[in-house]
């Protein structure tokens, strides 16, 4: 059986975005389907960060944060070594405000909650993550319904990490009883052949710009 991560990416022809251009850093809209960093084989090279050192205007681009390969959205990266250590100093002390859309399978009963379950790796079944009260990291998520589509049961939902486990948002939806739509992680009741993608996106971002500490914030607006 060949090992999971030596996976071959389908190349992603969607461009990435430069949202609001800035000296020390760049906020940038992610499509779906794009590397945040290279993958381990030769032919996954192709990502975001990639995209941006080649192009002359954002050489010298860093990783501060990542996306899933599967969420669009937006990002933020550093363009020099004060921005890449303030910026990677507040995601780290949770100082930055970020909220997602997600369109969830079935109808939320509830108008809002929180889901406050600790996460751990699923070592034997990585990438996964699960629910484990005992050796798990915090993992919180604010939600609010958006919408309740009752025509095709499904609803969109607002999505808020207070902290920022790997696949919080999708294992705690799928705690939550709605798994997110076109997940193939963590999915029931065939939710992940619901959608031809999935339907998780990065809408707005604020950091504090670190050399002015003032906030900033972009948006980029959901295509589903």
Not at 25 to 30: E, G, Q
Not at 167 to 186: A, D, F, K, S, V
Request: hydrophobic letters at 35%; one cysteine or more; a positive charge.
């Amino acid at each position: 059986m060949p090992d999971k991560d030596y996976h071959i990416v389908p190349f992603c022809s969607a461009p990435v975005r430069i949202i609001r251009p800035n000296k020390n850093f760049l906020f940038v809209a992610k499509p779906a389907g794009l590397l945040t960093i290279p993958g381990r084989h030769e032919e996954n090279k192709d990502c975001l960060i990639t995209r941006l050192q080649n192009h002359p205007k954002s050489q010298t681009a860093t990783v501060v944060h990542r996306l899933d390969m599967a969420t669009s959205g937006i990002m933020v990266v550093a363009l020099s070594k004060m921005a890449h250590r303030e910026i990677s100093r507040q995601f780290e002390h949770r100082e930055t405000q970020k909220h997602y859309i997600a369109v969830v399978d079935g109808l939320v009963e509830k108008d809002q909650g929180v889901i406050d379950k600790p996460m751990i790796a699923d070592w034997p079944n990585r990438p996964k993550q699960k629910i484990d009260f005992d050796d798990g990291k915090k993992a919180i998520t604010e939600w609010q319904v958006l919408e309740r589509d009752t025509k095709n049961n499904r609803t969109r939902l607002k999505l808020t990490p207070i902290t920022g486990r790997s696949h919080q948002l999708r294992l705690h939806c799928l705690e939550l009883g709605h798994p997110i739509l076109g997940c193939n992680l963590y999915s029931k009741n065939g939710s992940e052949h619901k959608a031809p993608r999935l339907l998780l996106h990065a809408e707005s971002l604020t950091i504090t710009d670190p050399k002015t500490g003032k906030p900033v914030t972009a948006k980029v607006a959901c295509a589903f």
